[in-house]
């Protein structure tokens, strides 16, 4: 049986690009309308103005202030610290943190994260969340169609210091996505997250306008010193999200954005990303 899901690296050679992008996106758009909150549904996350939290995405690149309930932050603190997870995405390396509160004190040498990977799909509080009618309509209104799931992660970042290609490789510097011609991810801290404890942090309003050469070299952006990507866009517009845990945020990963590398504590935080089309494996290294 043939695949019938669009090939992947031809989206990425070509989503580099705003004006293919909003050419795609335009002839992607459903035809019918996007999925809306039913008034037999209720919301995790209680009640959403979703038109205002989208068009707050199209304009400044993110929406913060989602919240998870405490009971789901505690269901899910409890799903890592019973579960499996991967030391920098090994699956030859498994480690199971044992209690959410001495989280990295006998982790092994090197080891900068550390994620669930498959093993996140055993929890069915996430399994609620990725099918939750809030985050649903959030994600319909932002794409102009129907969402598609297309991975989620849990997974730890620790305080340990590495070189630039360490921090390249666990996200750390400053890049931006490329999963389809228009895609969106929702974060949400299960940690609380300071200035120390490695906040995510983007660029206000990069998704869009970016120089020509940023278009063109795609996510080789993230070879770039961060200091010379701050100095195109303005140290200005640079936001670092923190929050307690629960605390959530809806993002556009076409702006340039990063996991910073936490200084003192750990953090543990969820996505769960949505978009236009079924790329298959795309997240392959989530295990999802």
């Given at each position: 049986?043939s695949?019938?899901r669009?090939?992947?690296v031809?989206?990425?050679?070509f989503?580099?690009f705003?004006i293919?992008?909003?050419?795609?996106?335009m002839?992607l758009?459903?035809?019918?309308k996007?999925?809306?909150?039913?008034?037999?549904?209720s919301?995790?996350?209680?009640?959403?103005?979703?038109?205002?939290?989208a068009a707050t995405i199209e304009t400044?690149?993110c929406?913060?202030?989602l919240q998870l309930?405490e009971?789901?932050?505690q269901e899910?603190?409890?799903?890592?610290?019973s579960?499996v997870?991967?030391?920098?995405?090994d699956?030859?390396?498994?480690?199971?943190?044992?209690?959410t509160?001495?989280?990295g004190?006998?982790?092994p040498?090197n080891?900068?994260?550390c994620?669930y990977?498959?093993?996140s799909k055993?929890?069915s509080?996430l399994?609620k969340?990725?099918k939750d009618p809030?985050?649903?309509a959030?994600?319909?209104?932002?794409?102009g169609?129907?969402a598609v799931?297309?991975?989620s992660e849990?997974?730890w970042?620790f305080?340990?210091?590495?070189?630039h290609v360490?921090q390249?490789?666990?996200?750390?510097?400053?890049?931006y996505?490329l999963?389809?011609?228009?895609?969106?991810?929702?974060f949400?801290?299960?940690?609380?997250?300071?200035?120390?404890s490695?906040p995510?942090a983007?660029?206000?309003?990069?998704?869009k306008?970016?120089?020509?050469l940023?278009?063109?070299?795609g996510t080789?952006?993230?070879?770039?010193?961060d200091?010379?990507i701050?100095?195109?866009?303005g140290?200005q517009?640079v936001?670092?999200?923190c929050?307690?845990?629960?605390f959530?945020f809806?993002?556009?990963p076409?702006?340039f954005?990063?996991?910073t590398?936490?200084?003192?504590?750990p953090?543990?935080?969820?996505?769960i990303?949505?978009a236009i089309n079924?790329?298959?494996?795309?997240?392959e290294a989530w295990?999802?």
């Amino acid at each position: 049986m043939s695949d019938s899901r669009p090939p992947t690296v031809l989206m990425r050679k070509f989503a580099r690009f705003e004006i293919v992008r909003d050419w795609a996106a335009m002839l992607l758009k459903s035809p019918t309308k996007p999925r809306e909150i039913g008034r037999e549904e209720s919301s995790i996350l209680g009640n959403l103005d979703v038109n205002s939290i989208a068009a707050t995405i199209e304009t400044d690149s993110c929406y913060q202030g989602l919240q998870l309930p405490e009971d789901v932050v505690q269901e899910l603190l409890e799903f890592a610290s019973s579960t499996v997870c991967y030391i920098n995405r090994d699956l030859k390396r498994p480690w199971r943190c044992k209690g959410t509160e001495q989280v990295g004190a006998n982790l092994p040498k090197n080891s900068r994260l550390c994620s669930y990977m498959s093993n996140s799909k055993l929890s069915s509080t996430l399994k609620k969340l990725e099918k939750d009618p809030g985050i649903l309509a959030i994600a319909a209104k932002f794409l102009g169609a129907q969402a598609v799931h297309m991975g989620s992660e849990i997974s730890w970042s620790f305080p340990v210091a590495g070189t630039h290609v360490q921090q390249r490789e666990a996200a750390q510097v400053f890049h931006y996505d490329l999963d389809d011609y228009r895609f969106i991810k929702f974060f949400f801290y299960l940690t609380d997250v300071d200035i120390s404890s490695g906040p995510h942090a983007y660029i206000r309003g990069t998704h869009k306008d970016k120089k020509l050469l940023h278009q063109l070299i795609g996510t080789r952006c993230a070879n770039i010193d961060d200091e010379k990507i701050v100095e195109c866009y303005g140290a200005q517009n640079v936001v670092n999200v923190c929050g307690k845990a629960g605390f959530g945020f809806v993002e556009n990963p076409l702006c340039f954005h990063k996991g910073t590398q936490p200084t003192e504590k750990p953090r543990l935080m969820l996505q769960i990303e949505y978009a236009i089309n079924d790329y298959g494996n795309i997240h392959e290294a989530w295990g999802s």
